[in-house]
């Protein structure tokens, strides 16, 4: 469920957005940087500092820290009578997003078996969609509920009801096996678990490494996840996902469509994300990569035209929803599995902050500067930017991204680490 209440609460801010605006009477700038983007920066700062908890404390008390703080974040932001509180309780929400992205992917990789990791791993990303559609229903659903322009507390303040339960639940998890072993803590028991979920002969003791993540030995790695985490917000899925709305009503619909066509996108991404759960473990991380690349240009490409030739808002909606196809199907498949898989057991958690942190980043910048160009720059403009960026992302799948389907995680690290001798 960590996945879902980040992909929940990211989005809620979709359906508040506008009326924040005009109720506060906010500038772009502030709009952008506190409102719309803040709750990112928090995700960064998470995931930043997410590592130190997740390897120190381990995963299953990380995680339910994350779960309070999501409860925070929900009843601060309802209650919120200034820009500057709700926008503090949105950052605390992005810290638990941010910190649940390391946690929760690490836990999930290290209790799988290799031949079912990929699929295992795209429950972080199937929940996050999942959360996502919600988010769109949710706003839908509340929107003119409690009447006087007070409906956006209800569309924030509903994101207390899957934290508490999310809280509640993993009071019945064990710890992550791998990570118990690593740090020996109940390590015979550690073992009878890992034995129950591990179809290898693994020897986890035999591949515990005392280098830093920025030691050297990890550079092919680091170069790798930089690459993909760039790529992945530089195709404008944040873009699309937080300012939904808006492009729908400057494509040409209403503003009761355009919150319907905001669900439709939801739909859709949660759709190929199934399609892509089916398929990772099966045709593997490269073949996705290439199906996403090439759909994110040709639908970008195209959403750039039907702006540029002033087609019918049908015709925009069509291609958006091909690019949240080819996002969900792959990299929205992919990135989460590929980062907790691509690090080796003893720096995962350090790791997985580095990626999701870039990642957050990424996603802050294009928000932030989104909340600006949208009003300032023809919206062709962007979509064909993005379209071009994807042109890139296609030659990084061909000949820099290693594959990484069915090999057990010990063996990732003999492959793809480099010795320090070296």
Same mark, same amino acid.
């Given at each position: 469920m960590a996945g879902f209440l980040f992909g929940f609460d990211s989005v809620l801010i979709s359906g508040v957005n506008l009326p924040?605006?005009?109720?506060?009477?906010?500038?772009?700038?502030?709009?952008?940087?506190?409102?719309?983007?803040?709750?990112?920066?928090?995700?960064?700062?998470?995931?930043?500092?997410?590592?130190?908890?997740?390897?120190?404390?381990?995963?299953?008390p990380t995680l339910l820290l994350v779960g309070v703080l999501f409860s925070v974040s929900a009843l601060g932001t309802a209650l919120a009578a200034s820009p500057y509180i709700f926008s503090?309780?949105?950052?605390?929400g992005g810290v638990a997003a941010g910190t649940g992205s390391i946690a929760a992917p690490a836990y999930i990789s290290e209790v799988s078996m290799a031949k079912h990791r990929g699929k295992l791993g795209m429950l972080f990303q199937f929940n996050l969609v999942t959360g996502i559609l919600m988010a769109f229903f949710s706003n839908y659903a509340l929107d003119n509920v409690g009447g006087d322009g007070e409906d956006w507390r209800w569309m924030m303040g509903i994101?207390?009801?899957p934290s508490l339960l999310f809280t509640v639940l993993l009071l019945g998890i064990v710890e992550s096996p791998r990570w118990s072993i690593i740090k020996g803590k109940n390590t015979e028991e550690a073992l009878e678990i890992l034995k129950l979920i591990s179809a290898e002969k693994e020897n986890l003791l035999q591949h515990t490494s005392q280098a830093g993540l920025f030691s050297g030995k990890y550079n092919r790695i680091?170069?790798?996840?930089?690459?993909?985490?760039?790529?992945?917000?530089?195709?404008?899925?944040?873009?699309?996902?937080?300012?939904?709305?808006?492009?729908?009503?400057?494509?040409?619909?209403?503003?009761?469509?355009?919150? *319907?066509?905001? $669900?439709?996108? =939801?739909?859709?991404?949660? /759709?190929?994300?199934?399609?892509?759960m089916y398929l990772i473990d099966r045709i593997g991380r490269k073949k996705l990569m290439y199906l996403g690349s090439i759909g994110y240009i040709?639908? *970008?490409?195209? $959403?750039?035209? =039907?702006?540029?030739?002033? /087609?019918?808002?049908?015709?925009?909606l069509i291609f958006v929803l091909a690019f949240i196809a080819s996002h969900s199907i792959g990299q929205g498949a992919v990135i989460w599995v590929y980062m907790a898989e691509i690090f080796p057991t003893s720096i995962r958690s350090y790791g997985q902050a580095w990626g999701s942190g870039l990642l957050?980043?990424?996603?802050?910048?294009?928000?932030?500067v989104g909340a600006v160009l949208i009003?300032?720059?023809?919206?062709?403009?962007m979509f064909a930017c993005f379209a071009a960026l994807m042109v890139l992302q296609l030659l990084f799948t061909a000949f820099i991204m290693p594959e990484t389907k069915g090999v057990p995680l010990e063996d990732l690290e003999t492959k793809l680490v480099t010795?320090?001798?070296q």
């Open positions: 924040i605006k005009q109720l506060w009477n906010l500038s772009d700038w502030f709009h952008g940087a506190f409102i719309i983007s803040i709750s990112l920066w928090g995700t960064v700062v998470g995931a930043l500092i997410g590592g130190y908890p997740t390897d120190r404390w381990g995963r299953k503090f309780f949105r950052f605390v994101m207390l009801v680091l170069l790798i996840v930089f690459l993909m985490t760039f790529f992945n917000q530089f195709s404008g899925i944040s873009f699309i996902l937080f300012y939904a709305p808006e492009i729908f009503e400057k494509a040409g619909f209403a503003t009761g469509e355009s919150l *319907l066509g905001a $669900v439709s996108i =939801g739909v859709v991404n949660l /759709l190929f994300t199934l399609a892509g040709v639908s *970008l490409a195209m $959403v750039a035209c =039907g702006f540029y030739f002033g /087609l019918p808002a049908s015709f925009t957050n980043i990424f996603a802050a910048i294009i928000t932030l009003n300032s720059l023809a919206p062709w403009m010795s320090s001798a």
